[in-house]
């Protein structure tokens, strides 16, 4: 069975430096790999998504990496904001899921402090 | 603008009472999701629909139904049978690149 593991669980960084958010995932047969962001008492917003061929992709201040063969993906953002406060969730969707279901992880929650 | 609305924002139940959470998307998406957040807890599905008329069960979908009639609609009614009902649900749909999510319901027992 998938299983998907963010660690930190919570992590707190000065405004200006770069985060490093990590995601771990069990089985390597995976469709694509998805980032979201979630900001207290809302839904979820669509980051990243990293097809299951792709190394790397790219949105202003945020980079995610895939490392399929590790069962890694790393999501970046650079020169951190308040703003970016929020928690972040990482998900895959398994090659062999029926109904291209996602399996999350926990999240990790993100304070930048001003 | 397209998107997924789910209604209402806030809901109370009782014990005993059965409950429905709306979920529209004008996305034109086949595939629609139920999932659940705990605090602290990842996202658990509840149920799944691929097509309309037609719908599967997800990892915990004991105390819950739902229905799928129309392509844009896929209601979720949690019954008296969900013993631990208090949670943040959140709605789904899929295009086959990736999910947009609803902005979610908090339901809370009273």
């Known amino acids: 069975k998938q299983e998907v593991t963010q660690i930190p669980a919570a992590l707190s960084v000065p405004e200006g430096e770069n985060l490093v958010l990590n995601c771990s995932f069990t089985?390597?047969?995976?469709?694509?790999l998805q980032w979201f962001r979630q900001d207290p008492g809302k839904g979820l917003t669509s980051l990243l998504l990293?097809?299951?061929?792709?190394r790397e992709q790219t949105s202003g201040r945020l980079n995610a990496s895939l490392d399929k063969s590790s069962g890694r993906s790393t999501l970046y953002i650079a020169a951190s904001q308040p703003g970016d406060s929020a928690t972040y969730l990482c998900?895959?969707?398994?090659?062999?899921?029926?109904?291209?279901?996602?399996?999350f992880g926990g999240g990790t929650r993100v304070l930048v402090k001003p | 603008d397209g998107g997924i609305t789910q209604s209402p924002k806030y809901l109370f139940r009782k014990e005993g009472q059965n409950v429905t959470l709306s979920c529209e998307q004008n996305?034109?998406?086949?595939?629609m999701y139920w999932y659940r957040q705990d605090p602290g807890q990842g996202l658990r599905l509840i149920y799944y629909?691929?097509?309309?008329?037609?719908?599967q069960k997800g990892d915990i979908a004991e105390g819950y139904s739902v229905s799928r009639e129309k392509k844009e609609s896929f209601p979720l009614t949690v019954t008296s049978a969900q013993k631990n009902p208090t949670a943040f649900y959140l709605c789904?749909?899929?295009?086959?690149?990736?999910?947009?999510f609803g902005s979610g319901t908090r339901l809370t027992v009273v």
């Open positions: 990293i097809q299951s061929s792709q």
């Open positions: 998900a895959v969707k398994e090659l062999k899921a029926a109904g291209n279901k996602l399996t």
């Open positions: 089985d390597s047969a995976i469709y694509n």
């Open positions: 789904a749909s899929n295009s086959g690149y990736g999910y947009t």
């Open positions: 629909s691929q097509i309309v008329n037609d719908f």
């Open positions: 996305l034109n998406h086949d595939a």
